[in-house]
C-alpha cells in the first residue's frame, strides 16, 4: 500500500506562490497531482514518469510546473501567479499506468487545501 505524504498547501494572495511536495513510501511510476473544485470531479493537474515524461493540463502552463526527485520519491508541484481561479483541494496521485481517461484511478493522499484570495 502505497503512503503519501502531502505538504505545503494553505492561503495566498492573488499573483503570490505555492510550492506542493508529495513524498511516496515507495517508488511508484507516476507520480503527480490533481484537484477538485467544490461540486465538481478531481481534474488532472500535472503527473510525471519516473522516466521523465510529464502530462499536465494545457490551461495550467505557464504557471505551474512539477518535478520530481526519484532519490526521494517527491514530486513538487511549483505554482506560480496563483488567481481565485486556482482555489481548490489538491491531491497527490500515484499511479502504476497513466490511464488518464480515470481521473479515480491509483493511490491518494488526504488532499491539501489551496486559498487564493483577490
Known amino acids: 500500500q502505497v503512503q503519501l505524504v502531502e505538504s505545503g498547501g494553505g492561503s495566498v494572495q492573488s499573483g503570490g506562490s505555492l510550492r506542493l511536495s508529495c513524498s511516496s513510501s515507495v517508488h511508484v511510476p507516476i507520480l503527480g497531482w490533481f484537484r477538485q473544485f467544490p461540486g465538481k470531479r478531481r481534474e488532472l493537474v500535472a503527473l510525471k514518469s519516473s522516466s521523465g515524461t510529464t502530462n499536465s493540463a494545457a490551461s495550467l502552463s505557464g504557471r505551474f510546473t512539477l518535478s520530481r526527485d526519484d532519490t526521494k520519491n517527491t514530486v513538487y508541484l511549483q505554482m506560480n501567479n496563483l488567481q481565485s481561479g486556482d482555489t481548490a483541494v489538491y491531491y497527490c496521485?500515484?499511479?502504476?499506468?497513466?490511464?488518464?481517461?480515470?481521473?479515480?484511478?491509483?493511490?491518494w493522499g488526504p488532499g491539501l487545501r489551496v486559498t487564493v484570495s483577490s
Open positions: 496521485n500515484a499511479r502504476t499506468e497513466w490511464h488518464l481517461d480515470d481521473p479515480d484511478f491509483g493511490s
